[in-house]
C-alpha cells in the first residue's frame, strides 16, 4: 500500500500547494466546529437561564447587552448566522479549490496511462483487449482524485480534529479501530478486484456487440448478446452488493461504538445536571463536541473500507505504466529524414507465443524502388511480415535491415514515417474527409488534400458528396461504401509521399470495376516507391518484380520476374542463401 501511496503522491507533485491549501481549508473546519455549539450554550444558560455569558464574551460586552436576556438571544442569533456564513465561505473556497485540483490530477494521469498505452506493442494490446485499457483510463485513474483529495482529505484532517479534541478518547479507540481495519483491509482488497475484473468484462461485452453491430443484426443475435451482457451485469451487480455489505458490516461496528459512547456520556451528564454540577448548555455543548469527535470516526471507518476499492484501482493504474515496451527504442537511435528503401531480412523468425513460430528464418533482399508481391495462405505469415516492417512487433531472432541499419538502430517515430500504409480494411476516424486524408500530415494544404484525393481517383465521389471534403464518414467510415473507404486511404497514403509503400491485400473486399480503379490508383502510387504487396489474386502482382510465396510461415519461393528495378545479384544471391524444402524456384 505504502508503495501505491508514493507513487499517488509523486503524480500528484505538481499540485502539492493546491493540495496544501485544500487540507488547510478543511483543518479550519476544526475551530469552526469548536465554536458552532456556543451560540446554542448561550441562549439556553444566560438567555433562557440566568448563568453569566461565558468569560470573553462578559467582558467585551456592554452592561446594557450583557444584562438583557432578550440581546443575549439575538447576539446567540447573530452569532449563529455569523459562523454559517463563516463556514459556507470556507466551503465555497474548498470545493472551487478540489474540483479544480481533482480535475487536473484526473486529466493528466489519464493522459499520461493513455500516452503509454498508445506506445505498448499491438501484442499487449492484442492480449489485453481494447475495452481492459479503456476500462483502465476511464475508471481506474479516478482513484487518484479519490485518494489524494476526496478520501484521504476528510481521513486525514478527521485525524487532526479527534487529536485536537479528545485526544485520550482517541486513545481509547484508535487501537480498537486498527485491529478492526487489519481484519476488514484483505477483505475489501480482494472484494474490489473481483468487481473490477467483472466490470471491465462487462465493458468487453458491450464495445464487441457495438463494434459488430452489423453481423449482430445480420444473425439475429440482439437476445443472445442481451443475455451475454446481462449475464456479465448481473455477476458485477452481485459482486458491488457483497463489496458494500462488507462495508455496511463495517460501518455499522463503528456506530454501535460510537453510539454506545455517546449513550453513556449522555448518562453521565444528566446525573451532573440533575445534581446540579452541571448546566444544561454546557451539557448541550458537551454532547455537541462528542458529536463532532464521533462523526470523524465515521468518517475514518467509511473511507477505511472504500479506500481499499480505490487503491485495487490505482494497482491496475500503474500496472500498465509498469509494462515495459517489447518494442523499445534505443537511447542513442539514429534519426532517419528519408530512406532510400532498401531492404533486408537475414534469418528473420518470429512468433506472438513462446513456442508457436508464426515466421521461419526468412531471409531475401529488396533493393530501392523495387515492387515485391506477396503471396499464400490465409494465416501464411503475410501480414505478420509488413508489421515487422513497422515495428509493430520485433523479429524474435535475425535481423530486419534498412538501408544497411538495424530497424531498431532507428529511432522509431523517424523509420514509421519512412512507411504508408493501406491496410485490406481501411481504417477511417469518424471526423471529416478532409481530417481522415490529412492523417498522415496533419499540416498539409486543402491543395495538397485535393491533390491527394485526385490521385487517388476520390476527388469526383468527394465533391458530389452534400458536404464534399467537410463530409463526416461515421464510425469507421461506415457512411461510405467499401472502395470509398479504400480509395481515402490510398489519397492518406499518396499525401504522406513515404518511400516505402506497404500494401495488405487492398482490394480483397471490392468488385472487380472498383478493383481496377483502385490498382490504377496504386499503381501511380508505386511508382518510385518501394512497394511491399499482399494478394490471393496473381493477376493483381503481375507488375511486381519480385514475388515471394510464403508457406506456413516459410519463404518457399522467391521469383524474380522482371529487371526493371531489382538487380539479378540481390535477388539470386539472396535467393541461393535460402535452405528450403526442394530449392527456391527463380524466374
Given at each position: 500500500?505504502?508503495?501505491?501511496?508514493?507513487?499517488?503522491?509523486?503524480?500528484?507533485?505538481?499540485?502539492?500547494?493546491?493540495?496544501?491549501?485544500?487540507?488547510?481549508?478543511?483543518?479550519?473546519?476544526?475551530?469552526?466546529?469548536?465554536?458552532?455549539?456556543?451560540?446554542?450554550?448561550?441562549?439556553?444558560?444566560?438567555?433562557?437561564?440566568?448563568?453569566?455569558?461565558?468569560?470573553?464574551?462578559?467582558?467585551?460586552?456592554?452592561?446594557?447587552?450583557?444584562?438583557?436576556?432578550?440581546?443575549?438571544?439575538?447576539?446567540?442569533?447573530?452569532?449563529?448566522?455569523?459562523?454559517?456564513?463563516?463556514?459556507?465561505?470556507?466551503?465555497?473556497?474548498?470545493?472551487?479549490?478540489?474540483?479544480?485540483?481533482?480535475?487536473?490530477?484526473?486529466?493528466?494521469?489519464?493522459?499520461?496511462v493513455f500516452a503509454h498505452l498508445q506506445r505498448m506493442s499491438l501484442q499487449y494490446h492484442d492480449a489485453k483487449?481494447?475495452?481492459?485499457?479503456?476500462?483502465?483510463?476511464?475508471?481506474?485513474?479516478?482513484?487518484?482524485?479519490?485518494?489524494?483529495?476526496?478520501?484521504?482529505?476528510?481521513?486525514?484532517?478527521?485525524?487532526?480534529?479527534?487529536?485536537?479534541?479528545?485526544?485520550?478518547?482517541?486513545?481509547?479507540?484508535?487501537?480498537?479501530?486498527?485491529?478492526?481495519?487489519?481484519?476488514?483491509?484483505?477483505?475489501?482488497?480482494?472484494?474490489?478486484?473481483?468487481?473490477?475484473?467483472?466490470?471491465?468484462?462487462?465493458?468487453?461485452?458491450?464495445?464487441?456487440?457495438?463494434?459488430?453491430?452489423?453481423?449482430?443484426?445480420?444473425?439475429?443475435?440482439?437476445?443472445?448478446?442481451?443475455?451475454?451482457?446481462?449475464?456479465?451485469?448481473?455477476?458485477?451487480?452481485?459482486?458491488?452488493?457483497?463489496?458494500?455489505?462488507?462495508?455496511?458490516?463495517?460501518?455499522?461496528?463503528?456506530?454501535?461504538?460510537?453510539?454506545?459512547?455517546?449513550?453513556?456520556?449522555?448518562?453521565?451528564?444528566?446525573?451532573?445536571?440533575?445534581?446540579?454540577?452541571?448546566?444544561?448548555?454546557?451539557?448541550?455543548?458537551?454532547?455537541?463536541?462528542?458529536?463532532?469527535?464521533?462523526?470523524?470516526?465515521?468518517?475514518?471507518?467509511?473511507?477505511?473500507?472504500?479506500?481499499?476499492?480505490?487503491?485495487?484501482?490505482?494497482?491496475?493504474?500503474?500496472?500498465?505504466?509498469?509494462?515495459?515496451?517489447?518494442?523499445?527504442?534505443?537511447?542513442?537511435?539514429?534519426?532517419?529524414?528519408?530512406?532510400?528503401?532498401?531492404?533486408?531480412?537475414?534469418?528473420?523468425?518470429?512468433?506472438?507465443?513462446?513456442?508457436?513460430?508464426?515466421?521461419?528464418?526468412?531471409?531475401?533482399?529488396?533493393?530501392?524502388?523495387?515492387?515485391?508481391?506477396?503471396?499464400?495462405?490465409?494465416?501464411?505469415?503475410?501480414?505478420?511480415?509488413?508489421?515487422?516492417?513497422?515495428?509493430?512487433?520485433?523479429?524474435?531472432?535475425?535481423?530486419?535491415?534498412?538501408?544497411?541499419?538495424?530497424?531498431?538502430?532507428?529511432?522509431?517515430?523517424?523509420?514509421?514515417?519512412?512507411?504508408?500504409?493501406?491496410?485490406?480494411?481501411?481504417?477511417?476516424?469518424?471526423?471529416?474527409?478532409?481530417?481522415?486524408?490529412?492523417?498522415?500530415?496533419?499540416?498539409?494544404?486543402?491543395?495538397?488534400?485535393?491533390?491527394?484525393?485526385?490521385?487517388?481517383?476520390?476527388?469526383?465521389?468527394?465533391?458530389?458528396?452534400?458536404?464534399?471534403?467537410?463530409?463526416?464518414?461515421?464510425?469507421?467510415?461506415?457512411?461510405?461504401?467499401?472502395?470509398?473507404?479504400?480509395?481515402?486511404?490510398?489519397?492518406?497514403?499518396?499525401?504522406?509521399?513515404?518511400?516505402?509503400?506497404?500494401?495488405?491485400?487492398?482490394?480483397?473486399?471490392?468488385?472487380?470495376?472498383?478493383?481496377?480503379?483502385?490498382?490504377?490508383?496504386?499503381?501511380?502510387?508505386?511508382?518510385?516507391?518501394?512497394?511491399?504487396?499482399?494478394?490471393?489474386?496473381?493477376?493483381?502482382?503481375?507488375?511486381?518484380?519480385i514475388r515471394l510465396e510464403i508457406e506456413h510461415g516459410?519463404?518457399?519461393?522467391?521469383?524474380?520476374?522482371?529487371?526493371?528495378?531489382?538487380?539479378?545479384?540481390?535477388?539470386?544471391?539472396?535467393?541461393?542463401?535460402?535452405?528450403?524444402?526442394?530449392?527456391?524456384?527463380?524466374?
Open positions: 500500500d505504502m508503495t501505491i501511496y508514493r507513487r499517488l503522491f509523486l503524480q500528484a507533485r505538481p499540485y502539492r500547494l493546491h493540495i496544501a491549501g485544500i487540507f488547510l481549508l478543511s483543518l479550519l473546519d476544526g475551530p469552526l466546529g469548536l465554536v458552532a455549539p456556543l451560540p446554542l450554550k448561550i441562549a439556553v444558560d444566560s438567555g433562557i437561564g440566568s448563568h453569566p455569558l461565558p468569560g470573553v464574551l462578559d467582558r467585551v460586552l456592554p452592561a446594557n447587552v450583557a444584562g438583557s436576556p432578550s440581546r443575549i438571544l439575538l447576539l446567540a442569533a447573530f452569532l449563529m448566522v455569523g459562523v454559517a456564513a463563516l463556514g459556507g465561505l470556507l466551503g465555497l473556497a474548498s470545493t472551487f479549490l478540489r474540483s479544480y485540483t481533482a480535475e487536473q490530477l484526473v486529466l493528466n494521469f489519464r493522459t499520461r483487449g481494447t475495452a481492459d485499457s479503456v476500462y483502465r483510463i476511464q475508471n481506474d485513474t479516478l482513484t487518484l482524485q479519490y485518494i489524494c483529495l476526496d478520501g484521504l482529505s476528510p481521513f486525514v484532517t478527521s485525524i487532526f480534529t479527534l487529536a485536537a479534541m479528545f485526544y485520550v478518547t482517541f486513545r481509547m479507540v484508535a487501537p480498537f479501530l486498527f485491529l478492526l481495519s487489519q481484519k476488514y483491509r484483505p477483505i475489501f482488497r480482494e472484494r474490489s478486484k473481483q468487481v473490477k475484473q467483472i466490470e471491465s468484462s462487462a465493458m468487453a461485452v458491450l464495445q464487441e456487440v457495438l463494434s459488430a453491430l452489423r453481423v449482430v443484426k445480420a444473425f439475429g443475435r440482439e437476445q443472445h448478446e442481451e443475455n451475454r451482457y446481462m449475464r456479465q451485469g448481473t455477476a458485477g451487480m452481485w459482486a458491488r452488493i457483497k463489496l458494500e455489505f462488507i462495508g455496511g458490516a463495517y460501518s455499522l461496528v463503528i456506530g454501535l461504538v460510537t453510539a454506545a459512547g455517546t449513550a453513556a456520556v449522555l448518562w453521565i451528564g444528566m446525573r451532573h445536571v440533575q445534581a446540579g454540577e452541571l448546566t444544561l448548555g454546557s451539557l448541550l455543548l458537551v454532547m455537541s463536541y462528542l458529536g463532532q469527535l464521533y462523526s470523524p470516526l465515521k468518517t475514518i471507518g467509511r473511507k477505511a473500507a472504500s479506500l481499499q476499492g480505490h487503491l485495487v484501482g490505482a494497482e491496475r493504474a500503474f500496472s500498465v505504466l509498469d509494462q515495459e515496451r517489447d518494442v523499445p527504442e534505443k537511447p542513442n537511435a539514429l534519426s532517419l529524414r528519408r530512406a532510400s528503401g532498401s531492404i533486408t531480412f537475414q534469418n528473420v523468425s518470429f512468433s506472438y507465443d513462446e513456442g508457436h513460430p508464426v515466421l521461419h528464418d526468412m531471409s531475401f533482399e529488396v533493393p530501392a524502388g523495387a515492387r515485391v508481391g506477396i503471396s499464400g495462405r490465409t494465416g501464411a505469415g503475410k501480414t505478420t511480415l509488413l508489421s515487422l516492417l513497422t515495428r509493430l512487433y520485433d523479429p524474435t531472432s535475425g535481423a530486419i535491415l534498412l538501408d544497411g541499419s538495424d530497424l531498431r538502430d532507428y529511432r522509431l517515430a523517424d523509420l514509421r514515417n519512412q512507411f504508408a500504409i493501406v491496410l485490406q480494411e481501411p481504417v477511417l476516424f469518424s471526423t471529416s474527409i478532409a481530417e481522415n486524408i490529412a492523417y498522415a500530415r496533419p499540416e498539409a494544404t486543402e491543395e495538397e488534400i485535393v491533390r491527394a484525393a485526385k490521385l487517388a481517383d476520390a476527388h469526383d465521389f468527394i465533391v458530389r458528396l452534400a458536404n464534399g471534403y467537410q463530409t463526416v464518414v461515421g464510425e469507421r467510415g461506415m457512411r461510405l461504401s467499401g472502395g470509398e473507404r479504400q480509395r481515402i486511404a490510398v489519397a492518406r497514403a499518396f499525401l504522406k509521399d513515404a518511400p516505402v509503400l506497404l500494401l495488405d491485400e487492398p482490394t480483397s473486399s471490392v468488385d472487380m470495376r472498383t478493383e481496377r480503379a483502385i490498382m490504377m490508383a496504386t499503381e501511380r502510387l508505386m511508382q518510385g516507391r518501394t512497394t511491399f504487396l499482399i494478394a490471393h489474386r496473381m493477376s493483381t502482382l503481375e507488375h511486381c518484380d516459410r519463404l518457399v519461393s522467391a521469383v524474380r520476374t522482371t529487371q526493371q528495378n531489382a538487380s539479378p545479384s540481390a535477388l539470386d544471391s539472396t535467393a541461393s542463401t535460402v535452405a528450403l524444402p526442394g530449392g527456391v524456384r527463380r524466374g
